[in-house]
Every structure is written in structure tokens, then in C-alpha cells.
């Protein structure tokens, strides 16, 4: 019983240890990361495409002014937007990713809202200005001023009324996602290169910028996030994000089909979305990194905007010459959300004011700082780190983590420990059982091997000799039969070790099968086994307790040779207790030439061909 009960014991003694450690170290072992959002929103900036125009405006009076000039020149300077998208920084120097379309705006509509202002300053046509981009007629076909506005208009020429000279260049201009854009935004950038759906910027002076993880495919890639503003960033244009999915997981184009009514909401949002300033910005896979951009609202005829993929963001910014990378302002502030996220609020602070000693306009940074700082000062969160401490040292978020190694090691050990221990009770019951002098046979729980002719009587023990009982020592023998005789070696020497009997079951309390007391209605020769963890019949009595009944040496059969017992080699007890049995065993045993069972250590007869004790072939 005790096999099965270690092999019941262990599962459970496991699963226990586990619980138990698990429930014992939450906080060690369970951790809240930075969702792949709040990574890639410090990142996200929105850029505008707008002209530089220069404007002279020239005037042919008919009659001269007071000084008696004939020509007037007023000159005036616009800087109209054109177009503008969402992007995302992919380098600390200021590299960023935006939408193709914003990098080449249609400088004409600047030129022509230069000049409707222009003349709506210097007559006071205010009418103008109402629809800056669009020609207008301010009076009659005779009018000068007429006459002058349609020769300021593209493409410039001069008449007798006058004209304009207009000059135009490309102003970009980068809003990033900080605290105040008078101070950290409003910055210009230049174009590096750009194809139809991407451009490639880079912000003039720009060092430790935040940055985006950049994906080398959209393999994998299913639920995405998409961010973006639709205006300037600030608290009335807030960072937005739309949840989209792939059509199936790395695929080149959105879902449409089978949409619950949260996806027909984003989808509807998105496309308004996109249309005010939306497009360019990051495409998020759950991995955290970026996959890909939208150009913009859906085209005529298809239900979903166009993703465009890494490799042809990829393919920009190398012919920019641009290598996507990390700054260290993104290893502080990963490291400041880490503690943040988990309750480290003093251990945050000192990340946060890393991140805004890089980048001072780090708005979200700067926000959760603030929080932090809030909830030490009100006694909230875990205590801080010692200070002088390392990052390999202490439960740096962004290091190695050494409190799950050590929680794991300390599983192991504690596992270990209660396996070990099973161990050792199992071998302990299985010791005590056999008794002190039993060897320990390799035989699996319930397992019966077969043991040969003749090998009964080797099991015999002392008591069926007529001997005296060895303590705690219980091994099979021939059970008496209805006289009080027990039967030859012969008649029971099939029988495996442990094999049941009526014998057996009367010693327990059950009825003959035969319903006469002694009875057996097992054959000669018929195989016996005990129930697992019975004395076995045929057994020695317990220390102090009767013999079995005559307390007679077995008989063998007739024309089998007598088997010695396998206790023979010890003395046989001398005094009136010793029977004349007893001491022809003796002397028989001491002439037969004993071997030992290399598996078990038994003694063998020399006849023996199998181990009376374990059943193993004698070699």
C-alpha cells in the first residue's frame, strides 16, 4: 500500500508547493508591462505642409502721389497650410515617418491665398479672405483694382493696373506630442525623401527624441492600433487611438467583413478621421511595433483605406538613409511605466526625470511624474529604491529579472525537498513491511513474479520448519491443510510470492469457498496469492505466537529431491525448544552448497535456476 500511496501523494505534495509559492510571492513574481500604446504614444507627432509666400504687390497709379510717384509697392509674407498628417518619429535625431501626400502640397493654392490677403490688407476687401483659396472678382472688368487683382493671380503678370511677384517654398513644420508647443513644438523640418504614399522628414536640431519600435514585416500582425491627431497637439486635439483589424493575421488590408458593432463604430471614426489630419500615423501590432501607415479615407469604390506596409517604410527611410533606432529617453520612461504600472511610484520618479532631462517636453513623462510624486507624498505605493543602487542589484523594471529566477529556484527546492521525502517513507514502509532481514527486491507494487518448482520451500521461513518466528519477518509458505499438514514444495511450487488462498481469506475473517472450515477448492499446485499487503499464509507467526498447527517440517513429494529452507545457513535454535526437525534441517542445509541471488542478495540451493525471494534467473 505504501507504493501507491507515495505515487498518489507526490502529484498532490507538488501541486501544493506550487500553490503555495505562487500565492506566497504575487508581487515578486507577477508584473504589469507598458501596453504597446503608451510605448509608441510619446512618439506620435503631427505635421503640417504649408508655403512660405512672398508678396509684392505693385500698383500703376494714374496719377502720381503727393511725392509724385507713380508706383506703389507693398510687400507682405503668408504662410497658408496646405495639407497635414499624423507621423512618428523613428530615430532620436529627429527622423520621421509621415504620410507621402503631406510632403507635396499644391504650392499654387498657397500662392493664391498669399495674394487674396494681400489685397484684402491693402483695400480692405475682407470678402476675400473668407475663402482664402479660391479666385474671386472684387468690381467691374474696368476696374483697376480688378484689373490688378486677376494679374496678381497665377500666373503673375503685370498690366497698366500693376501685378504681383510671388515667391513660394515649402514650409514643413513638425508639432510633437509635448506639454507646451510654445515652447517644445512649432519646429521646422526638411524632406528626405518620399514616394507616393511615404515621406521621410527630419526636424532641424532634434536630439533624444522619443521613438517608435519598427517591425521588419507584418507577419504575425492581427489586432492593430492605429494613432494620429486631427489637429495640433494639445488638451483640445488629444492623442487619439482607433482599433482596427487585419483582414487575417499579416495581412496587406484592413477587415470589413464580419464587424460587431464596436468594429462598424471604429471603422466610422476612422474614416472621419482620417480625413482631418489623421493619416500618416503609426499602425500598432500587438507586438508593440509598428507595421505599417494609412494614406487616408477609404477611395471611391473600396470599403477600407489603404495600409501601407513596413517595407515600403522601410524602403524610404533607407534611401533616406535613415536606420530605424531606440534613444535612451525610451529605455527611461519603458523603465519609469514599468514601477508606475506596478505600484513603484518612488522607484518611477527617478526614470520619469531621466526622460525629461533628455526631453524636456515629454508630456506623458511630465504627467505621470506628477502622479507619482502625488502618491508618495500621500504614502501610496512601494518604497523606494536604496539609493546607489544598481540596475543589476535591485528590481530594475528594464532588467534582468532576478526575483522570477528566484522565486523559480526556490520552487525547485522546495519541490525537491517533498519529493525526497516521499522518498524516503516509501522505502521506510517498504522496509518495515518486509521486516529487518527481507532484501529488497526490484519488483514493481502488485507485480507477481513466478517462481520455480521447488522454490516453496525456500520461502517456508523458519516457522514452517517448526522453528521460531523471526520478528516483524512475514514471507510465504504452503498453507496447512484441513489436518494441520502442509503440502509438499511440490504441490505449491507455482505459487508466486504474495498469492491469495483460502487459507488467506479465512486468517481475514471470509468463509471457505467450499463453506468447511480448512477447505480449498484450489487444486495441487494451484497458484496462491495473497491481497497486497496481507500476511502472507504459510508465514511465520508473530514474534511470541503460535506456531503453525504440528509445527511440522514440509514433505516433499514423492520422486522430488527435499528443498533446503533459505534460512538454513542460520543457527539452528539447541535446547528444548529445538525439535529433531529443526536440527535435520540444520544439517541438511549445511551440506547443500548455498549461492547468493545477485539481485536481491537471497541465499539459492545449488539446484536453483530462479531466486526463491524475487523471482529473477540465477546467473
Known sequence: MSGHRSSRTLPLAAAVTLAVLAGGAPAALAHTHPTPIERAAPAVVYVEARAKVEVALIEHRTSPDAAGVHIGVAQSTWNPVLDAASGFVVDPNG??????????????????????????????????????????????????????????????????????????TLDMVVYPYVSSQQRYGNLRAEVLSASRDVATLRVRGANGWPTVRVAQSVAGASALGVLGFTGVPSAKYPLIEINQ??????????????????????????????????AGGPVVAESGQVVGLLTGPPRAGTPAPDLVGVASILAVLKKAGVSPQNGPVDTSYERAMHAFKNGGYAEAIPYFNQALSVFPGHLRARANLAIAEERV?????????????????????????????????????????????????SRSAEADAAGPSAPRAPVPVGAAHAVPPGAAAARAGPAARGGPARPGTARPGPAPGPSGHRPSAGAAGSAPPGAPSQAAGRASGQPAASGRPGASTAGPG?????????????????????????????????GTQPRPSAQASRPVARGPQASSVQQASAATASTAGFRFCTACGGRLAAQHQFCGWCGEPVS
Open 95 to 168: 527622423a520621421i515617418v509621415t504620410s507621402g501626400a503631406v510632403a507635396a502640397p499644391d504650392l499654387e493654392r498657397a500662392k493664391i491665398y498669399a495674394v487674396n490677403h494681400a489685397f484684402a490688407k491693402q483695400y480692405g476687401r475682407a470678402a476675400l479672405t473668407e475663402d482664402p483659396f479660391t479666385k474671386h472678382h472684387i468690381g467691374a472688368a474696368s476696374d483697376r483694382n480688378e484689373q490688378r487683382l486677376q494679374a496678381c493671380y497665377p500666373p503673375h503678370q503685370i498690366n497698366d493696373a500693376g501685378g504681383c511677384i510671388v515667391r513660394t
Open 526 to 558: 494451484a497458484a496462491r496469492v495473497a491481497p497486497l499487503g496481507a500476511a502472507p499464509q504459510g508465514g511465520p507467526a508473530p514474534q511470541g505466537g503460535p506456531a503453525p498447527q504440528g509445527g511440522r517440517q514440509a514433505v516433499p513429494a514423492p
Open 377 to 425: 507624498k500621500s504614502g501610496g505605493g512601494k518604497a523606494a529604491p536604496v539609493p546607489g543602487q544598481s540596475d543589476d542589484q535591485g528590481a530594475s523594471a528594464g532588467g534582468f529579472p532576478w526575483l522570477l529566477v528566484a522565486g523559480a529556484g526556490l520552487a525547485a527546492l522546495m519541490l525537491g525537498a517533498v519529493v525526497l521525502a516521499l522518498v524516503r517513507r
Open 245 to 278: 483589424h487585419l483582414a487575417k493575421p499579416g495581412a496587406a488590408e484592413l477587415r470589413t467583413a464580419n464587424l460587431d458593432a464596436q468594429d462598424v463604430k471604429d471603422a466610422a471614426a476612422l474614416k472621419q478621421a482620417l480625413g482631418q489630419g489623421f
